[in-house]
């Protein structure tokens, strides 16, 4: 089952899981790391803006589907 998207300013994980094997080494984020979720690109359906939580590092153009929400109990 899909997981809804993240709601706007919520800390989401990168679900590393769902990628393919061969791509998981393309995308510049870990398996642990948390990130602050902006929402979607108006004019790119599907497609999300987030930021490093502790850089600031701003990431923009990947698909909504691979960020999940952090739910508040492992905050």
Not at 35 to 60: K, L, Q, T
Not at 62 to 67: K, Q, R, V
């Amino acid at each position: 089952m899909p997981h809804p998207n993240p709601r706007q300013y919520s800390l989401v994980r990168f679900q590393v899981d769902l990628l393919p094997v061969e791509y998981r080494d393309r995308y510049p984020f870990t398996r642990d790391g948390v990130y602050v979720y902006f929402g979607e690109i108006p004019n790119m359906p599907g497609h999300c803006v987030v930021a490093d939580h502790r850089s600031g590092r701003i990431y923009s153009g990947y698909h909504i589907e691979h960020f999940a929400e952090i739910p508040e109990d492992e905050i």
